[in-house]
């Protein structure tokens, strides 16, 4: 019943920057936690990023100092901001999405993934 629709994915050079953004649609009556997590090549997925609705925000240690995750509780938007940018960020990211239904039910959703692939 949550659709997510993401963007911002892309080919980059190391050191460069990349925006992603995640928009939750559907019926929703709260959106709890929001995040990212990525999958490379032949690897299993993991944890990026999350943020809750008060902005507490937890980081994997590989991307800390790098990556910002952040909000718009408004238009249920969370973006993830990836400066410094390494050929081992290379994934496809997937946005998450953590919300209530009209009826008070449970939702963890998922995007389709968008690509990003950084080069050396």
């Known amino acids: 019943q949550v659709q997510l629709v993401e963007s911002g994915g892309g080919l980059v050079q190391a050191g460069g920057s990349l925006r992603l953004s995640c928009v939750a649609s559907g019926r929703i009556l709260r959106v709890n936690v929001m995040g990212w997590y990525r999958q490379a090549p032949g690897k299993q997925r993991e944890l990026v990023a999350t943020?809750?609705?008060?902005?507490?925000?937890n980081y994997a240690d590989s991307v800390k100092g790098r990556f910002t995750i952040s909000r718009d509780n408004a238009n249920n938007t969370v973006y993830l901001q990836m400066n410094s940018l390494k050929p081992e960020d290379t994934a496809v990211y997937y946005c998450n999405v953590q919300a209530r239904g009209l009826r008070l039910e449970s939702y963890n959703s998922w995007g389709q993934g968008t690509q990003v692939i950084v080069s050396s």
């Open positions: 943020i809750s609705t008060g902005g507490s925000s």
